[in-house]
């Protein structure tokens, strides 16, 4: 079932849809479950379940160390897990398990035939995101991609959006982004943009989506498509 707030219609059409990567754009969980399964199994614990490494992705790779090995920055062998986890992921995204979510392709594809850009901006290291892209097959499709390389204030903060947006030529105004985490819509609204929150994402435990104030909640790509659908005007969907 879709979830919904209260629309806020777009006052104008659409110039460019921003995506998050992880949890939004691209399912990765499953190669970060892989490395955390090697890395337990090599320290003789359990690994954490699927669906906790999945509320936990979003975080980062600070809080998959968390996750795995109880352990907190400042603890003598946090660092060398962060880094080990760190080598093991990038050598995976050579390989990688990720994928678009479901219906994500057609929207790209809707979008490039509606001659509407399409972007990333994410925290996820440019070492890591680049690469991802070109694995995927993304990187010539996608139109800026902004990593925390790129800026002096990551999201929450509206700096790398608005950088996304210089680079596009757009007014944010006239922008949508779509994350599935608070820090996306809090860093969407404070740059002014049109706000989507990705129900089928990393979600976090709390706060709940109902509570992120997102202009929208899709439940499925096809609610955002549908979204957009109803609300671009002059570029619209059909």
């Not at 629309?7 to 849809?17: G, H, W």
């Not at 880094?83 to 990688?96: A, G, K």
């Not at 204030?153 to 030529?169: I, T, V």
Request: aromatic share 6%; glycine share 6%; charged share 20%.
């Amino acid at each position: 079932m879709s979830m919904q707030t209260p629309e806020f219609p777009l006052q104008t059409q659409v110039a460019a849809v921003l995506f998050d990567l992880d949890g939004t754009l691209v399912h990765t969980a499953p190669d970060f479950s892989d490395v955390l399964q090697q890395l337990c199994q090599q320290a003789g614990i359990a690994a954490p379940s699927e669906q906790a490494v999945h509320a936990t992705v979003s975080s980062g790779a600070r809080a998959l160390v968390k996750l795995a090995f109880d352990r907190e920055p400042g603890d003598p062998d946090f660092e060398p897990l962060l880094t080990e986890l760190l080598e093991r992921y990038f050598d995976r995204i050579q390989q990688t398990q990720s994928a678009l979510y479901p219906n994500m392709a057609a929207l790209l594809a809707t979008l490039a035939g509606r001659d509407i850009p399409w972007g990333v901006v994410t925290n996820k290291p440019v070492r890591f995101s680049e690469p991802l892209m070109r694995s995927l097959g993304l990187h010539e499709q996608c139109a800026v991609l902004i990593c925390p390389d790129h800026v002096s204030r990551s999201k929450p903060d509206p700096e790398p959006l608005l950088l996304a947006c210089k680079q596009l030529g757009v007014s944010p105004k006239q922008c949508i982004y779509v994350g599935d985490h608070p820090r996306d819509i809090d860093a969407g609204r404070a740059a002014g943009m049109h706000t989507v929150a990705a129900g089928w994402g990393y979600l976090p435990p709390e706060p709940p989506i109902e509570q992120w104030q997102a202009d929208f909640i899709a439940g499925q790509v096809i609610d955002l498509a549908n979204h957009m659908s109803q609300h671009a005007q002059q570029k619209e969907f059909s």
